[in-house]
């Protein structure tokens, strides 16, 4: 969750750092599930190769496979996962086959796009033929179009893609050993330090460090690339010399900081420390490139990638003849920058020392935004950080694309919240986005939508979440309107008008059911919807447009499809259907976001209200949840909702 005051309109989201932020995270969600195998690999490499630890022939046979078939097939299979859940993981992990049979060499880069393309490509075909299918051959199209398509790309891949990736992999490969031979590799540290604060080393170290330092090692048997950027010594330099010339908290808390960075290989940890002040990153980058240097003229190097860069994790991936200059790299750069680092501190004539609490929460804003996520709220607001809400607060909205389902539940757990905490005179309610009214105090949306929000309420505070069921992060916004607001000043406010009471019947709730994907079960709750005669035909395909806008999947294994705001005029009457899918459906886009219970939901006025009331209350116990989505009594849902 995170608050984000606006103010001045800064369209920061669509910068150019922004962006490479975005591709740093997917590459290294792409790498970062699959780096025990990688890790696994790099361990049997380092024991059994003729020049490892332990040679030994036969079990030497494991690392071929692994770096041609094993690693890249992860690779591919991880990123159309990411793409379109288990049919993009398929058919990318087909197409990734073509272009590792089409190639000579370990085709980590050629997995990395084509992976993900395989998905986006089944996506796209499973969006062309949605609704086509007739009843009963879902399962059948399904699989013939999966095996066909990624037959058809494994083809392409094969005789166009690995050929191509093979050419740039050696003129990549090329470059940096040229940087190697001319001495000029050390540079890379002007570039790779400051984005090790701004958090763009994932795009840097996982989407080219990794794969080449990959391919080298493959060749050589090790690469100084995997220590670019994985190298714990200057982190260690930096807060050893803010235990020496440091102040205030900065100073006192080095030491455990160290701690954790050196040996935990959390490097985030000394990020703060840099950002308090900005110019140490010249010492950061004098002990990078220091760093790389020692690995260059000593003959340093990792078998694979070392993820954390603990100096364990480091030690653990040198191989037998590179210790030297490895273990040369990370006291040198500890050295190197724990002395720039000490004069810039101590020749320091600034007067205050910014509070370090105020600096953390704001690199783990940074960092949140990096991965695409709504910065997190600070567990109390620190003495000397501005507060995140300013002033009274008079009124909340919660509110979502069509301002019904996920805002509908949010608003209600929102009120219970409030009122709860004496604050019933604030108004508070769910609204679609493009309605928020103009003065508007505080708007409450999924992290894929603030934008948005933003752009249609430019004067109130936004608060980005990323689960409209999560009751703790309502009451840490409900903490922080108490601590600001003057709820007596505020106007007197209540509910959002309530409609008539809808009743839920035996008839609305369907137990059982199988879906392979989200559209089909977005499709079944809008076809009984239909049936009911509570929308006309176009709604379901609002439905389904809705899902493509953000998913509509709550939180607690709920997912609560509805139509778009535009798409209100199809309603006839409000219909409410409980589908319950045992095994789950994947509705993205994070992979934990596994639907058991499908709401389809259309809604006139506000005559949901009392189902999504009965909702957020239940399903604040995940045993009642579990319940839920396992019972074969549809009188159990009645009764647990009752709305009988």
Not at 272 to 287: D, E, F, H, Q, T
Not at 296 to 323: C, Q, W
Request: net charge neutral; glycine share 12%; charged share 15%.
């Amino acid at each position: 969750m995170a608050y984000t005051a606006t103010g001045g309109g800064d369209a920061s989201s669509s910068n150019l750092k922004v962006r490479v932020q975005q591709v740093g995270r997917f590459l290294s969600s792409m790498v970062m599930p699959n780096i025990g195998a990688f890790i696994a690999w790099g361990i049997i490499t380092t024991l059994f190769i003729p020049t490892g630890w332990l040679p030994n022939e036969f079990f030497a046979k494991l690392v071929g496979p692994m770096i041609t078939y094993l690693l890249p097939l992860l690779l591919g299979y991880t990123g159309g996962k990411l793409v379109y859940g288990e049919r993009g993981a398929v058919v990318g992990a087909i197409v990734t086959a073509g272009v590792i049979v089409g190639t000579d060499i370990p085709m980590f880069l050629g997995a990395m796009l084509v992976g993900p393309f395989g998905g986006w490509a089944i996506k796209q075909f499973d969006r062309l033929v949605d609704g086509k299918i007739r009843p009963g051959f879902e399962m059948l199209v399904n699989n013939f179009s999966a095996g066909i398509l990624g037959m058809i790309l494994a083809m392409l891949a094969f005789a166009i893609v690995g050929p191509v990736v093979e050419y740039l992999s050696a003129a990549l490969g090329a470059g940096v050993n040229a940087l190697i031979s001319t001495g000029l590799i050390p540079l890379a540290s002007i570039l790779v330090e400051p984005a090790k604060v701004l958090f763009l080393n994932n795009a840097i170290n996982h989407g080219v460090f990794t794969p080449l330092g990959i391919q080298q090692a493959a060749e050589q048997g090790k690469s100084l690339v995997f220590l670019i950027e994985a190298n714990p010594g200057p982190g260690l330099g930096l807060l050893l010399a803010y235990m020496v010339f440091g102040r205030g908290n900065a100073k006192e808390s080095a030491p455990g900081a160290a701690i954790i960075h050196f040996f935990g290989g959390i490097h985030e940890i000394y990020f703060p420390y840099v950002l308090m002040k900005p110019r140490l990153i010249i010492a950061m980058i004098l002990g990078g490139a220091t760093g790389v240097a020692a690995n260059m003229l000593l003959g340093g190097g990792l078998r694979a990638p070392s993820s954390p860069g603990s100096i364990f994790a480091v030690l653990g991936m040198t191989p037998a003849d590179g210790f030297v200059g490895v273990i040369s790299a990370v006291v040198l750069g500890a050295l190197v920058t724990f002395l720039v680092a000490s004069v810039l501190l101590k020749t320091d004539k600034s007067d205050v020392e910014e509070d370090l609490a105020a600096t953390t929460a704001r690199v783990k804003a940074m960092k949140a935004e990096s991965k695409g996520m709504a910065a997190p709220v600070a567990a109390a607001p620190a003495a000397a950080a501005p507060a995140a809400i300013s002033g009274p607060v008079h009124s909340v909205l919660v509110a979502c694309d069509a301002g019904m389902g996920s805002s509908a539940m949010g608003a209600s757990m929102l009120r219970k919240k409030l009122d709860q905490a004496g604050l019933g005179a604030i108004r508070s309610g769910n609204v679609a986005i493009n309605a928020l009214p103009a003065d508007v105090d505080v708007v409450i949306t999924h992290k894929d939508l603030t934008e948005r929000a933003r752009r249609a309420a430019p004067n109130a505070t936004h608060v980005s979440i990323t689960n409209f069921l999560d009751g703790a992060a309502y009451d840490r916004i409900v903490a922080e309107i108490k601590a600001k607001a003057d709820s007596a000043a505020a106007p007197a406010a209540g509910k959002p008008e309530g409609g008539a009471s809808f009743n839920l019947g035996e008839e609305n709730i369907f137990l059982g059911l199988t879906a392979s994907t989200k559209e089909e079960a977005v499709r079944f709750a809008g076809s009984k919807l239909l049936e009911m005669g509570a929308i006309t035909p176009s709604y379901i395909d609002a439905m389904l447009q809705r899902e493509t806008i953000v998913s509509t999947y709550l939180g607690q294994s709920l997912a609560m499809p509805h139509g778009t705001n535009e798409a209100k005029n199809e309603v006839l009457k409000t219909g409410i259907v409980v589908c319950q899918y045992p095994d789950g459906v994947f509705f993205g886009p994070e992979p934990e976001n596994v639907a058991r219970l499908v709401v389809g939901l259309a809604a006139k006025g506000n005559e949901h209200m009392d189902v999504m009331s009965a909702l957020a209350r239940v399903l604040e116990n995940p045993k009642v949840v579990a319940h839920l989505a396992t019972t074969k009594n549809p009188a159990d849902v009645l009764r647990i909702l009752d709305l009988g």
